[in-house]
């Protein structure tokens, strides 16, 4: 899978994509990701990509040319499955759009800034918006971090088995139980005696009656 980020801010990604399972997953090959600085599609020559909203009010919008520009060139090196513009009005990130998203080939994460970007681009540049919850950021950056880092999570060879994905949160409806480590006693508190009997059946069955006890307690709705 190629994911291509478009931001007039590209510092801002480079911090989540250049650790842990991001990085290994990037170095692996099991993901392609590419950061595009709006500013080289500038043709201004203060290379500026926004400029005053029309109307009067008070903010800066995202100009829809070099936009434009960098989206036709990315499609005109291959086909994407999505050009996503990453919004606070979009839909709702959760688990199935992310399940969703890691089985496309390519897809492209544009990021606004400032007041967002000119509704143009809305309009006739982008095939759907994302919101990751209901509160506004200063800019998509890290949203479209957060985007990519469930994606590429969920992609073939990225987690080892024991960490696989499927065993995570939300994916079968259900909360995570509990997880626990080493040492089994730490100031008189113990690790469940199951966790350490070794018997596999005894084990499974008190994970799968903790995420249901966790899920009715904590998300009772998911069962619904
Ligand atoms: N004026 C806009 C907010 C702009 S915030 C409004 O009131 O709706 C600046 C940029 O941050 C947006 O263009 C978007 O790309 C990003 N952003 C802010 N909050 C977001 C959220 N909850 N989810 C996804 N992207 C968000």
Excluded at 3 to 17: A, F, H, R, S, V
Excluded at 28 to 48: I, P, Q, T, Y
Excluded at 210 to 219: H, L, M
Aim: proline fraction near 5%; include cysteine; hydrophobic fraction near 40%.
């Amino acid at each position: 899978m190629r994911i291509d980020i478009i931001t007039c801010l590209p510092e801002i990604l480079k911090g989540p994509l250049d650790q842990s399972i991001l990085k290994r997953a990037i170095e692996k090959g099991k993901v392609e990701v590419c950061v595009h600085n709006l500013r080289d599609f500038a043709d201004n020559k203060h290379k500026s990509v926004d400029d005053y909203a029309y109307g009067g009010k008070a903010g800066m919008v995202l100009m829809i040319e070099p936009i434009d520009k960098c989206i036709q060139t990315l499609k005109d090196n291959r086909a994407y499955d999505e050009v996503i513009y990453m919004s606070p009005d979009g839909k709702r990130f959760e688990q199935p759009m992310a399940n969703e998203l890691s089985l496309c080939k390519n897809i492209i994460l544009l990021c606004g800034h400032y007041k967002g970007v000119d509704e143009r681009v809305r309009e006739h540049l982008i095939t759907r918006e994302i919101s990751i919850g209901d509160y506004v950021l200063s800019g998509g950056e890290i949203a479209a971090a957060v985007v990519a880092d469930s994606i590429i999570r969920l992609l073939p060879g990225v987690l080892s088995d024991e960490s696989s994905a499927l065993t995570d949160s939300f994916q079968d409806g259900m909360i995570a139980p509990p997880v626990y480590t080493r040492p089994a006693e730490y100031k008189g508190l113990k690790v469940p005696e199951v966790l350490l009997s070794g018997n596999e059946k005894l084990i499974e069955d008190w994970l799968a009656d903790q995420a249901e006890q966790r899920t009715k307690k904590r998300r009772p709705e998911l069962l619904d």
